[in-house]
């Protein structure tokens, strides 16, 4: 097997599945019981907090987990405005944003909330002078990812911290980095975010468990009320089987990220080079971005005839719309791509594990469905 589609999930690293296996056999007490195994375990979840907060870069105390990115990104942008509901009702985002937040902020637009949705260039950049421009007296939220999560383009976060200071605006800024944690090198508090998503799953870790950033002195309203877990902002009992495996990964991540980071540039330019001399009629979407993601465009062939055709030959990509269920991708069509080349867009997505020989395959395979399946173009 040939798996080239880590931005939608990543095999589980096996270090990390053993920490689980372990919570789960030796260390299953419940973290809220008053007995030694119960206070064993409430150390336990202070160390993989650690541990997660330590690779993100923020205090322990800004880490709360959740149950996945989708889940952080809601819950962020329900606090944001939450928080500021005396301040305004407008909001900024991106036309490319994950669904976890463009979702979020259409439910707001129900309520009577304005949201203005950036739109990308061809490249699928969004700027700084974009958000400056929308900006207004009653913009309540920013809601900014890291890196797209089809084009592996990086937006101006940090830009957007600085400009909001400047600016002296009441607006919190959220940052969707569910495909920016471990794959590029920042801190919260470098790029000025109030609220920030991260996700276990994408980083070689299960299922079932993300985080969220919350910067200190952000008096976060509740999510899950009962028992009082989480500082009592999540309550419900530990997943701890789920934090044991998210602090490996995320601690072996962060130990090996510029290395890690070099080899998926490596492969990504290779993938680039080879894809581009032997695979004619293909066509690269983006110039750069972050190194996990290459989005391409076979260009008059269908994007999910094409997957399917590589899955028989053993070889994972996406077509870019893993999360739609199968719907076209908001993302893409953001970009205005002429019809055949929409039409042809596959993502590939690389992790530290992937080989030359991966690419090698996927190159095969794409000749041989370029000679073998139909196109739309005569
Ligand atoms: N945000 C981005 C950019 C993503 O790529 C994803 C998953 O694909 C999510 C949010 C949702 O994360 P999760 O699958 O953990 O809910």
């Known amino acids: 097997m040939h798996y080239l589609d880590n931005a939608a999930t990543t095999p589980v690293r096996e270090d990390a599945a053993k920490a689980a296996f372990e919570a789960m056999i030796n260390g299953w007490g419940n973290p809220s019981a008053r007995y030694a195994l119960g206070a064993e375990m409430t150390a336990k979840v202070k160390g993989w907090r650690q541990d997660v907060a330590k690779a993100l870069g923020c205090g322990e105390d800004e880490l709360i987990f959740t149950s996945c990115g989708t889940e952080s990104d809601n819950w962020a942008i329900r606090a944001a405005v939450e928080i500021n509901r005396r301040k305004g009702k407008h909001i900024i985002t991106t036309a490319i944003e994950h669904s976890a937040v463009i979702e979020p902020c259409k439910a707001l637009e129900k309520q009577g909330y304005e949201v203005t949705y950036l739109q990308p260039d061809r490249q699928g950049n969004i700027t700084v002078e974009q958000v400056a421009e929308a900006l207004r007296e009653d913009t309540v939220l920013v809601s900014m990812m890291l890196v797209n999560n089809e084009t592996g383009t990086i937006l ?113 330019s290779y993938a680039r080079a080879e ?104």
């Open 156 to 268: 101006p976060v940090a830009e957007v911290g600085k400009l909001l200071k400047r600016k002296k605006s009441a607006a919190l800024l959220h940052c969707d980095a569910v495909q920016g944690f471990l794959k590029a090198e920042f801190t919260p508090a470098k790029l000025g975010v109030d609220f920030m998503a991260i996700s276990a799953h994408k980083v070689h870790a299960p299922k079932g468990i993300g985080a969220m950033y919350v910067r200190k002195g952000v008096k976060l309203p509740p999510m899950i009320l009962g028992g009082g877990q989480e500082s009592g902002l999540r309550s419900g009992t530990e997943a701890t089987a789920q934090m044991a495996a998210f602090a490996v990964a995320a601690r072996e991540g962060k130990a090996h990220l510029k290395e890690h980071l070099e080899h998926m540039a490596q492969i990504n």
């Open 275 to 378: 894809l581009t001399e032997k695979v004619p009629g293909l066509e690269l979407l983006t110039e750069g971005g972050a190194p996990h993601i290459l989005p391409v465009s076979l260009v008059g062939y269908k994007s999910e005839v094409v997957v399917r055709f590589l899955s028989d030959r053993g070889v994972y990509i996406s077509s870019g719309s893993a999360c739609h269920k199968g719907k076209p991708s908001h993302v893409y069509a953001a970009l205005k791509l002429p019809k055949p080349v929409q039409d042809g867009v596959l993502r590939i997505s690389f992790s530290y594990d992937t080989t030359r020989e991966d690419v090698d395959a996927l190159v095969t395979a794409l000749q041989a469905a370029q000679r073998e399946l139909f196109t739309s173009l005569s």
